[in-house]
C-alpha cells in the first residue's frame, strides 16, 4: 500500500530534481544503479552533452559467480546465471552512457574500456577534527 501511495510522490520529486540539476549542473557522479530516473535518463543527459561518472565499488560490477556469498548460500545456478546476465546488460548500458567509468579492476570483468582504477583516487571519507 505504501508503494502506491509514495511511488507518485518520489517520482515527481525525482522529476523536479533532474529538470533542475539538468539545468545547473554540467558533471554527473553516480555510484552504481544510481541516477534520478532509474537510469532513463542517461541518454537524456548524454543528449544535452553533459559529463557523467560511474564508480563501482566491487560486487555491483562484479560477476555474481565469483562472489562466495552465492555459492555459501547455495544459490541455484539458473539464479546465479540469471542474476550474473542483468549485471551485464545493466551495466554495459551504463558504459554506453557513461565518459568515466571508476572502479576496481578484479571487479570489472564486463567493461570493455578503459576505467580509472578506484585504487588511484581512493573512496572519499568524512574527517572529524577534534578540538583540543
Avoid at 520529486?13 to 530516473?37: E, G, M, P
Avoid at 562472489?67 to 539458473?78: A, L, R, T
Wanted: hydrophobic share 45%; charged share 20%; net charge positive.
Amino acid at each position: 500500500m505504501n508503494k502506491i501511495i509514495y511511488y507518485p510522490f518520489f517520482f515527481v520529486i525525482r522529476l523536479y530534481l533532474f529538470i533542475k540539476y539538468l539545468i545547473k549542473c554540467n558533471v554527473f557522479i553516480f555510484s552504481y544503479n544510481a541516477s534520478f530516473l532509474w537510469l532513463i535518463d542517461l541518454p537524456i543527459l548524454k543528449f544535452f552533452n553533459k559529463t557523467i561518472i560511474y564508480s563501482y565499488h566491487g560486487s555491483d560490477s562484479r560477476p555474481p559467480y565469483l562472489n562466495g556469498n552465492y555459492i555459501k548460500n547455495n544459490f541455484s545456478i539458473e539464479f546465479v546465471k540469471k542474476f550474473t546476465y542483468e549485471i551485464y546488460k545493466k551495466n554495459k548500458f551504463i558504459e554506453k552512457y557513461a565518459d568515466f567509468i571508476i572502479g576496481y579492476p578484479a571487479a570489472c570483468q564486463f567493461f570493455s574500456r578503459i576505467m580509472i582504477n578506484t585504487l588511484w583516487i581512493g573512496l572519499p571519507i568524512e574527517l572529524q577534527h577534534k578540538k583540543l
